[in-house]
């Protein structure tokens, strides 16, 4: 009987010991896999949000030495007319890019969602634009975009349109051949998620819609949208980021002595021009400042709005 009752407890402590073993194993192993990921966070994003706030309150000489000068950059910055022009660029950019990409990418994710032949191919298609260099995506447009021997010149000439548009080169219409290439880009990654969304809804809500009388456009309205609300929401919200980032396009399509430059420059395209072409990098990193805190502001207003309209039931 003491043999028993000494051995009992040595088991249970034992299998106390390798319960604990284990969870620290699994521990470690979640850790590992989640390293590259965040040391790639931690080295590319976290220390050089840090490092452009600490500049964006000096003043940094063509030879890298760098004075404090407290927030000199910001009330430059303020009064600034091409901090202006490039903050309205870039919100005009999202306000036009953003919506229309939303409704396009909704559209064709329930177009695709539906019994069609070859829908595989045509989902390959969509997404396509994502998966391209933006570089190269931006060259071919800058191409279609041609006043003298583009492709949508020459269609609209075949259709009856006299004359040629200045897509790239006129400043009142260069934005609008940033939005359009925009758009082109990112409804492809867009309808993916909602087409996944879309996925998951219950066929048997459709079902019993139909049993009630409800046609498409009641079940659309009524089922649909509200259950697809939170991948909607969070579309939104990385389009308004991704739209408030916009660069490589501009970066890309537009020479430095284009006189539409100014009216397509985007707070991106402004910290870049500033920082690695004029050599001020105090400046620059108080316009990249700026725009984390423009970011951060509208991030926080769609978090709280979404509580009106986003379904999680």
């Not at 259709?159 to 940033?178: C, H, K, M, N, R």
């Not at 139909?210 to 079940?219: E, S, T």
């Not at 980021?241 to 020479?255: R, T």
């Amino acid at each position: 009987m003491m043999k028993s009752d000494v051995t009992i407890p040595k088991e249970k402590t034992l299998r106390t010991v390798t319960a604990k073993e284990r969870k620290r194993k699994m521990a470690l192993w979640g850790w590992f896999f989640i390293a590259p990921t965040f040391i790639g966070l931690l080295i590319l994003n976290v220390i050089p949000l840090f490092q452009s706030l600490y500049m964006s309150f000096q003043s940094v000489s063509t030879f890298g030495t760098s004075t404090f000068v407290g927030l000199d950059n910001y009330l430059q910055m303020l009064q600034d007319p091409e901090f202006w022009q490039s903050l309205k660029n870039t919100f005009f950019y999202a306000a036009i890019q953003v919506p229309i990409t939303i409704v396009l990418s909704l559209f064709f994710a329930v177009l695709m969602n539906t019994k069609i032949k070859a829908v595989g191919l045509y989902r390959t298609i969509f997404f396509l634009p994502m998966i391209a260099a933006p570089a190269a995506v931006a060259m071919v447009w800058r191409w279609l975009f041609n006043s003298e021997y583009g492709l949508l010149n020459a269609v609209l000439d075949k259709l009856g349109y006299s004359g040629s548009i200045l897509w790239i080169t006129d400043p009142e219409v260069a934005i609008w051949s940033i939005i359009i290439v925009g758009i082109w880009t990112n409804v492809g990654y867009n309808m993916i998620l909602l087409l996944a969304g879309l996925k998951e809804i219950p066929k048997e809500y459709y079902e019993a819609a139909v049993v009630d009388g409800a046609g498409p456009l009641k079940q659309f309205f009524s089922i649909t949208l509200p259950l697809l609300s939170p991948q909607l929401f969070f579309v939104s919200v990385t389009s308004v980021i991704g739209a408030l980032q916009v660069f490589d396009i501009i970066f890309m399509m537009f020479d430095r002595t284009n006189l539409a430059l100014k009216s397509t420059q985007s707070l991106v395209y402004m910290f870049f021009n500033e920082s690695f072409v004029l050599n001020d990098k105090g400046y620059g990193s108080a316009v990249a400042i700026s725009l984390v805190l423009i970011i951060m502001a509208l991030t926080g207003i769609q978090l709280l709005a979404q509580k009106k309209w986003v379904t999680y039931d």
